[in-house]
């Protein structure tokens, strides 16, 4: 019963299985990004999700047999990677696809051709499962395979039924597996034991549709959806223990363990659960980042954010005290470069990427180590909700990172209690805002019998005739309304543009005879659109025919803006880096927004170098080419595509030739030099990894240039300089105030002094200590520590404590004397962090001299009343 496989490397085992298929009439794709078409799906979870428009109906299928090595991403396992065997985060997926071409007979045939012949797997070690009420399956493999029945196992719906949700496409799976302890016998064959079998093929054949009730029909089209993961191929075929230990991943393990300088085969399982971990993650935050993902704190950045984090925590676990990601980086981009080629173009955006990550990391890191370990100090049954959320809101430390600490240590995290704490935070932010519902889809859906979609004239004309299909105040249905009332109206057509892309809706007019409606926004709902405004003369009655006319003067800003954010992101890629993308925009009459992936801040120098780029595109007159074409033809054309953006099968092209093409449904001037001018006004980081530059262009421009002429103006009266003179005033006066804050300070410090000698009499000796807790109004943080020193100093052998009140603010500082500290086991540090806590704050420092603050000044006598009766305790 002993096999012993030829051994192939990972790459050997991806190539012969691509040309098997090939061999056999499948166009061998490319593998889909990791960043998924798909609006509904995070990331890349399956070999088959690059084709499942295909195979739900939603696009014609280009070849009817193809073959994948799809890289994917599975996060929902997380907590077991590097401790099975098999779990990975990143993994690929070697497929083959049949689009209502060959079906069940010709799968199985291929995949135990592929496994037994091409692999060499021996038939005695394989076992194969199938649906339970899939006959036809278990016949084939039985009749027509040749397997024993008994090596035929049928399994439930949960095992073996690939669905693609509540309702549509489905069918029954067979599935293969290697069988690593044949010596076992085959009367008790149990899948479910991994340490004896791996499932490595899975064959999906797509037969029904399920309606809502639940009833199964056959399709008139069958498909055929298969997955072997290549991992797990190359755990059997190079005879290792697991998938880590392949050649896959295992040069990166190594190259993580040369790091922190220990032998894999000689470390124990927590060590070799640390380094899979880092083997595993280091793979997934490569692609991810190759593929254009960037750290954050929501979707998929904060997937990428975790796995970094996960990476940084084992390598310090292993004793790697410095940053070290971007070496192992280094092994995972040379493993797959040959395949996935952007992993080393895009070389310099991963590591920075990593580098970044890593150093804001260590920093949250030593933070919040430092007070969790302070909690794990008092043995805790577990812990609470408050001190998770407190970890996570003030220190920046993840929930889950806090789960595993916690499990590390034998305790649980109370969840229900941070969820709890999440919400009451969610609660206080959103008391602070404003919010306004515009949405009336509940009325329109009532109303949808008998409105249709919108048809949008605007491209081509400002203002036409159009029905009045639907009159709506406060989101319900009126027949008509009169002079003064704010109402939506649904008309046939319109030349207003609704909000969408960025870019805000069109002002203008509504009229019919003696009626006039001012409209001050459009927004679409589905394919309706609705003009929200004001009826500002006369009754309007639904079924009547006004004359729309959108505010041309709006209209032309709005375009002027649009253009010049195209502009913008042309200038952006030429000169920052041609991966940047873009991450949100908005387009307003007044100024234009641009949201982007961009690791860093511009510099000065790039921001003039892109606002004089687009302003030479401007001068240089480039005609507007709008056209609608295919949506694949616009991608091979270069066609820019907003990210995660849903588009249709066709789209609309805007180009100004040699300078920038984007697919885009807003307004737009015909050509460049309409714009002006255009003029960066800021730019901002808003979150990790995303800028923002504000500007304006065209007539915005001088409204911008002549308020701050206004400015400029003004500041010359008040200091009676002239413009040019205004920079070194400034200065001038900025050191004089400097000058007179030192010295103010400098005067502050003395007073206090003054005031804290007075203080001495009032010292209280407890044993061999003397105890001194006092406020000192008026004093600042700084004043307040040098008072503490020198009281301290002058009392010997004691602990001072001090604080001070002000705008509502609180200051505090201890000071403690050696012996306090090596006798008494207290801290300057963490006591007066913990005071600072009952003043709504926090706070530390040496164990001899400490400050901390607060919000609740209030709060202030309670607080030195509690670190008086502690210190007098803890001397005792």
Sequence with gaps: MSFSPQFLSGRDIRQKFLTFYAARHHKIMPSASLVPEDPTVLLTIA????????????????????????????????????????????????????????????????????????????????????????????????????????????MGEADNFWKSGPTGPCGPCSEIYYDFHPELGDKQIDLEDDSRFIEFYNLVFMQYNRDADGNLTPLENQNIDTGMGLERMAQILQSVPNNYETDLIFPIIKTAADIAGIDYAKSDDKTKVSLKVIGDHVRAVVHLIADGVTASNIGRGYILRRLIRRVVRHGRLIGIGEEFTTKVAETAIALSEEVYPNTRDRESVIKAELRREESRFLETLERGEKLLSEILDKKPKQISGRDAFVLYDTYGFPLELTQEIAEENGLTVDVDGFEAEMEEQRKRSQAAHETIDLTVQGSLDKLAEHIHATSFLGYDFPDSEATVEAVLIAGKSVSEAAAGSEVQIVLDQTPFYAESGGQIGDRGYLTSGDVIIRVEDVKKESDIFIHFGRVERGTLTSGVTVNARIDRACRRRAQANHTATHLLQA????????????????????????????????????????????????????????????????????????????????????????????????????????????????????????????????????????????????????????????????????????????????????????????????????????????????????????????????????????????????????????????????????????IAKLCGGGGGGRPNLAQAGGRDADKLPEALEAAKSQLIDGLK
């Design 571 to 834: 200038a952006l890629k030429l000169i920052v880096g041609s991966e940047i993308s873009q991450a949100g925009s908005l387009v307003a009459f007044d100024r234009l927004r641009f949201d982007f992936n961009c690791p860093r801040s511009l510099t000065a120098e790039e921001l003039q170098q892109v606002e004089d780029q687009v302003n030479s595109w401007i001068a240089e007159a480039h005609p507007a080419a709008v056209a609608e074409m295919p949506l694949e033809e616009a991608k091979n054309k270069g066609a820019i595509a907003m990210f995660g953006e849903k588009y249709a099968d066709v789209v609309r092209v805007v180009d100004y030739s040699g300078v920038s093409m984007e697919l885009c449904g807003g307004t737009h001037v015909t050509n460049t030099a309409e714009i002006g001018l255009f003029k960066i006004v800021s730019e901002t980081g808003i979150a990790s990894g995303i800028r923002r530059i504000e500007a304006v262009a065209g007539q915005s421009v001088l409204d911008y240039l002549n308020v701050r002429d206004g400015v400029v103006k003004e500041l010359g009266d008040r200091f009676k300089a002239k413009p040019e003179e205004l920079p070194d005033r400034i200065t001038n006066l900025q050191s004089e105030l400097k000058a007179a804050q030192k010295q103010l300070e400098a005067v502050k410090g003395e007073l206090a002094i003054a005031k804290s000698d007075q203080l001495l009499s009032t010292a209280e000796a407890v044993g061999d200590f003397k105890v001194l807790v006092a406020e000192l109004p008026g004093a600042d943080a700084e004043s307040l520590k040098t008072a503490a020193e020198r009281l301290q100093q002058k009392l010997g052998e004691s602990a001072v404590v001090l604080g001070a009140g002000s705008d509502g603010k609180v200051s505090l500082v201890a000071a403690f004397s050696p012996l306090v500290i090596k006798d008494k086991k207290l801290q300057a540090g963490k006591f007066i962090g913990a």
């Design 47 to 154: 070999g088959m999700l690059p084709f499942k428009p295909i195979f739900l109906g939603q696009r014609p299928r280009e070849v009817p047999r193809a073959t994948t090595s799809q890289k994917c991403i599975r996060t929902n396992d997380i907590e077991n990677v590097g401790r099975t065997a098999r779990h990975h985060t990143f993994f690929e997926m070697l497929g083959n696809f049949s689009f209502g071409d060959y079906f069940k007979e010709q799968a199985i045939a291929w995949g135990w051709e592929l496994s037994t012949e091409v692999f060499g797997l021996p038939p005695d070690r394989l076992v194969v499962s199938v649906f339970e009420e899939d006959d036809e399956a278990f016949a084939i493999w039985r009749d027509q395979i040749g397997i024993p029945a008994h090596r035929i196992q049928r």
